[in-house]
């Protein structure tokens, strides 16, 4: 599957999935412009890109100035819009509600729901995103859709996130844009580690018993960002991609 002439803004590239979607799609000829905050971390990821001419920018998402400044320089300077763009930054959040504040409820919304659609907003301005159309990939999760206790919180940012895309794939039909999510079960990354290491054996087990699958490699993911954001899925939009492991098969 080649994606030359595609240039993709990917969100959240210093890690995780965002990291090797970064890599893969480098290697099937995209042109890429990364977004994280550490910049340690990006030069690493454009380092492990193939090919030429990507680009990043260190910032914080919640910066919608910035966040315009980054993506509206890095079209408007080569001259070369943007065909795609990948939602892929996130903070977990397992906290029972009788303890979450509302500064957490706003931060976890400010990181995982509210950009997706800021940047969606910034891309549609001129010269920022191709007049042919394209694709933007937002990253949700399996608990997008299904409830766990201790995550009203992430269930509800992720489950904007889908609603949300699902009513920008109709807005944006008439500019031959598709809207689509990708709704992961837990895959091995730097963050679901942590999670796994700061709980009890007995609880791990019981994670791994929700996936019949077994827990997931950030490659399913990348998978299927790439058929999302090429054109072999030219007549999809505004679905919800579950790449679970058969968690939500249950």
């Known amino acids: 599957m080649s994606l030359a002439e595609k240039?993709?803004?990917?969100i959240g590239a210093s890690s995780g999935i965002g990291r090797a979607a970064a890599i893969d799609l480098s290697k099937k000829g995209a042109q890429l412009v990364l977004i994280a905050r550490s910049e340690d971390k990006l030069k690493e990821v454009v380092a492990l890109c193939e090919g030429e001419g990507h680009t990043y920018f260190s910032l914080d998402v919640k910066d919608e100035n910035a966040l315009e400044a980054a993506i509206s320089s890095s079209a408007k300077e080569t001259g070369i819009p943007f065909t795609s763009f990948v939602y892929s930054a996130g903070m977990e959040g397992t906290i029972p509600l009788k303890f979450a504040k509302t500064e957490f409820l706003e931060d976890i919304l400010k990181v995982?729901?509210?950009?997706?659609?800021?940047i969606t907003k910034i891309l549609q301005k001129k010269g920022n995103f191709s007049l042919e159309g394209g694709s933007l990939v937002f990253v949700s999760s399996v608990m997008g859709s299904l409830g766990q206790p201790a995550k009203a919180a992430y269930c509800m940012s992720k489950g904007g996130l889908i609603a949300a895309s699902k009513a920008l794939a109709l807005e944006l039909a008439s500019k031959k844009i598709r809207v689509n999510c990708i709704s992961p079960g837990?895959?091995?990354t730097e963050m679901s580690s942590k999670i796994l290491d700061s709980i009890s054996d007995?609880?791990?087990?019981?994670?791994?018993k929700m996936h019949p699958l077994g827990i997931g490699e950030v490659g399913d993911i990348v998978n299927g960002i790439e058929f999302l954001v090429s054109d072999n899925s030219k007549w999809i939009t505004g679905i919800d991609l579950l790449i679970d492991g058969g968690y939500s098969a249950q």
């Open 112 to 118: 995982n729901t509210i950009p997706a659609l800021l």
């Open 186 to 188: 837990m895959v091995e």
């Open 202 to 208: 007995e609880n791990v087990n019981e994670i791994k």
């Open 7 to 10: 240039k993709i803004l990917i």
